[in-house]
């Protein structure tokens, strides 16, 4: 047990972090001129910082979250909806936040409370913005539900708010007016970094650790596009949790995180006082260097010197225990849901993903976002498929069924900016076959809720199970694609979703408002 006096220390030596809210708050979306990495520009924001304030409960809390729009920046979008990542939202399908699949956006000077209850959910989430690619204008930031009972309690001493870190790409441009390419300026960890060519006085984030305690690591990746490969100099890593799930634990000493998902890592401080590279260096090809003191943090044992390490950035240590995705094992026996082989469930789904220069399309439909939410659609009657819009985007999945999405990887030939991470709301699910991987686990494969496709020849492939009625977006989580087209709904359960998805009369009013913001009079 920690002594008072330690707990006190700890919090006079973390690095500044703003401070967390919740689990009943007020969210005020604002406009604001920032410059996290120097260069001053525009910002879509949550409380006016970046990231977005924690926002923290304890499993079982009711999150009461009122966000309110006070966007006034009409150089980017005015309307608003957040995204609960990883929570399911089970029978509040209404609150799970992506645009025109479950709401219609909160206009300006109004307001929308989200109301879910996270039940058995623990771990670490987070949220962002779910309009058009509002989120890389700033609108992102962590979550994290605390168990009072965690099983892995006893392999670490330190878990607060200051032991969160975000990995978040920054653009020097407003995503209603990409640059083509859409290649990001910086890598922010904590919400600070540099440029390549950019002023040399901006401080990088600090992460401070007090020697011989262990610390558990809240690894959250709110990008946009890249996947980073995340290390700390000098320190293996013993990954606990993989997006909200708990594992048996793994020692790697470097991982790839891709855009929204995230991992609990362990960490030993049982180095030597000094101050070490956290490194995260993105994926894409660009801004893979550390020129400039580009793409890092610093841990810094309490005690040491307040400068940088004195390792040359650029002499990067050989990772000898990289993350292999299949090493990765529930901690708690979990059947994966179907029979053991290859089609072997209720519902098997082929994603065939395409890319035609300008957009995406699966199975020959590009997602194009309807006028009218799926989830009203069904309210006001729609039964199947067939009824919904828009059409051949949307899949029926019927109750209580075992569900394989293969989804094979795009040809590097067609220049689509892969490997693509793929996000499915309202499930977690047990990925059976990885990128990077032939063979099938039908056993104890690793759960999570976003996964990569891969590279030419993967076959990346899931499981799930239908007990959650409701509306579900499956897409890519690279923004910029999502944009584009790559995106599915699966239509789970819909004869239950009346009875089980009670809306809110402030929902029912949110398409009026918006109706009438974008066609006044």
């Given at each position: 047990?920690r002594?008072?006096?330690?707990?006190?220390?700890?919090?006079?030596?973390?690095?500044?972090v703003h401070?967390?809210?919740?689990?009943?708050?007020?969210l005020?979306i604002?406009?604001a001129?920032?410059?996290p990495?120097?260069?001053?520009?525009?910002a879509?924001?949550?409380?006016?910082?970046f990231?977005g304030?924690?926002?923290?409960?304890?499993?079982g809390?009711?999150?009461?979250?009122n966000?309110?729009?006070?966007?006034?920046n009409?150089?980017?979008d005015?309307?608003?909806s957040?995204?609960?990542?990883?929570i399911?939202?089970?029978?509040?399908?209404?609150?799970?936040?992506?645009?025109?699949?479950?709401q219609c956006?909160?206009?300006?000077?109004?307001?929308f409370?989200?109301?879910f209850?996270?039940?058995e959910?623990?771990?670490?989430?987070?949220?962002?913005?779910h309009?058009?690619?509002?989120?890389?204008?700033?609108l992102?930031?962590?979550?994290?539900?605390?168990?009072?009972?965690?099983p892995h309690?006893?392999?670490?001493?330190?878990?607060?708010?200051?032991?969160v870190i975000?990995l978040?790409?920054w653009?020097?441009?407003?995503s209603?007016?990409?640059?083509p390419g859409?290649?990001?300026?910086?890598?922010l960890?904590?919400g600070?970094?540099?440029?390549?060519?950019g002023?040399?006085n901006v401080?990088l984030?600090?992460?401070t650790v007090?020697?011989?305690?262990?610390?558990?690591?809240r690894?959250?990746?709110i990008?946009c596009?890249?996947?980073?490969?995340?290390?700390?100099?000098?320190?293996?890593?013993t990954?606990?949790?993989?997006?909200?799930?708990?594992?048996?634990?793994?020692?790697?000493?470097?991982?790839?995180?891709?855009?929204?998902?995230?991992?609990?890592?362990?960490?030993?401080?049982?180095?030597?006082?000094?101050?070490y590279?956290?490194?995260?260096?993105?994926?894409?090809?660009?801004?893979?260097?550390?020129?400039n003191?580009?793409?890092l943090?610093?841990?810094?044992?309490?005690?040491?010197?307040?400068?940088n390490?004195?390792?040359d950035?650029?002499?990067?240590?050989?990772s000898?225990?990289?993350l292999?995705?299949?090493?990765?094992?529930?901690?708690?026996?979990?059947?994966?849901p179907?029979?053991p082989?290859?089609?072997?469930a209720?519902?098997?789904?082929?994603?065939?993903?395409?890319?035609?220069?300008?957009?995406?399309?699966?199975?020959?439909?590009?997602f194009?976002?309807?006028?009218?939410?799926v989830?009203l659609?069904?309210l006001?009657?729609?039964q199947?498929?067939?009824?919904?819009?828009?059409?051949?985007?949307?899949?029926s999945?019927g109750p209580?069924?075992?569900?394989e999405?293969?989804?094979?990887?795009l040809?590097s030939a067609?220049?689509?900016?892969?490997?693509?991470?793929?996000?499915l709301h309202g499930?977690?699910?047990?990925?059976?076959?990885?990128?990077?991987?032939?063979?099938?686990?039908f056993?104890?494969?690793?759960?999570r809720?976003?996964?990569s496709?891969g590279?030419?020849?993967d076959?990346?492939?899931?499981?799930?199970?239908?007990?959650n009625?409701g509306?579900w977006?499956?897409?890519c989580?690279?923004?910029?694609?999502?944009?584009?087209?790559?995106a599915v709904?699966?239509?789970?359960?819909?004869?239950?979703v009346?009875?089980?998805d009670i809306?809110?009369?402030?929902?029912?009013s949110?398409?009026?408002?918006?109706?009438?913001f974008?066609?006044?009079?």
């Amino acid at each position: 047990m920690r002594s008072l006096s330690l707990i006190v220390l700890l919090a006079s030596i973390s690095s500044k972090v703003h401070a967390a809210i919740g689990p009943v708050t007020d969210l005020d979306i604002v406009s604001a001129l920032i410059s996290p990495d120097g260069f001053p520009r525009n910002a879509t924001l949550a409380k006016g910082v970046f990231p977005g304030p924690l926002i923290k409960g304890v499993k079982g809390d009711d999150f009461s979250i009122n966000v309110i729009n006070s966007l006034s920046n009409a150089s980017m979008d005015l309307v608003t909806s957040i995204h609960w990542h990883g929570i399911f939202q089970k029978t509040t399908n209404y609150v799970d936040g992506p645009a025109f699949v479950t709401q219609c956006p909160i206009v300006p000077a109004e307001s929308f409370l989200y109301h879910f209850n996270a039940l058995e959910q623990t771990g670490t989430y987070w949220y962002h913005s779910h309009f058009k690619v509002q989120y890389c204008d700033g609108l992102r930031g962590a979550l994290v539900i605390y168990d009072p009972n965690d099983p892995h309690a006893s392999l670490y001493d330190v878990d607060d708010e200051n032991t969160v870190i975000t990995l978040a790409d920054w653009y020097h441009y407003v995503s209603t007016k990409p640059l083509p390419g859409h290649v990001f300026n910086s890598t922010l960890i904590n919400g600070v970094g540099r440029y390549s060519d950019g002023p040399s006085n901006v401080s990088l984030a600090v992460v401070t650790v007090v020697a011989s305690l262990r610390y558990r690591l809240r690894l959250v990746s709110i990008s946009c596009d890249p996947a980073y490969d995340f290390s700390i100099d000098g320190h293996d890593l013993t990954i606990i949790e993989v997006d909200g799930n708990n594992v048996q634990p793994l020692v790697v000493d470097s991982l790839r995180i891709f855009a929204g998902q995230r991992y609990s890592v362990v960490l030993n401080a049982n180095k030597s006082i000094g101050n070490y590279w956290i490194r995260a260096l993105p994926n894409i090809e660009a801004r893979r260097s550390y020129t400039n003191f580009t793409n890092l943090a610093i841990l810094r044992y309490f005690g040491a010197s307040d400068k940088n390490p004195s390792d040359d950035p650029t002499s990067v240590p050989t990772s000898v225990l990289p993350l292999n995705e299949t090493d990765l094992h529930p901690l708690d026996v979990t059947p994966v849901p179907g029979e053991p082989f290859r089609g072997g469930a209720d519902i098997n789904i082929n994603l065939d993903v395409t890319f035609d220069s300008t957009s995406f399309l699966i199975n020959g439909h590009t997602f194009e976002a309807p006028t009218v939410p799926v989830l009203l659609q069904i309210l006001s009657g729609a039964q199947s498929a067939s009824d919904l819009v828009p059409a051949g985007s949307i899949y029926s999945l019927g109750p209580n069924k075992s569900v394989e999405i293969t989804i094979p990887a795009l040809n590097s030939a067609t220049k689509a900016g892969g490997p693509h991470p793929v996000h499915l709301h309202g499930h977690a699910f047990h990925v059976v076959r990885s990128a990077g991987n032939s063979t099938y686990n039908f056993v104890d494969p690793v759960i999570r809720d976003v996964v990569s496709m891969g590279a030419d020849g993967d076959n990346v492939t899931i499981r799930f199970f239908t007990d959650n009625p409701g509306p579900w977006f499956l897409h890519c989580h690279i923004d910029w694609h999502l944009n584009e087209g790559f995106a599915v709904v699966f239509a789970e359960d819909v004869p239950e979703v009346s009875t089980q998805d009670i809306v809110t009369d402030q929902w029912r009013s949110l398409c009026p408002a918006y109706n009438n913001f974008i066609s006044p009079g």
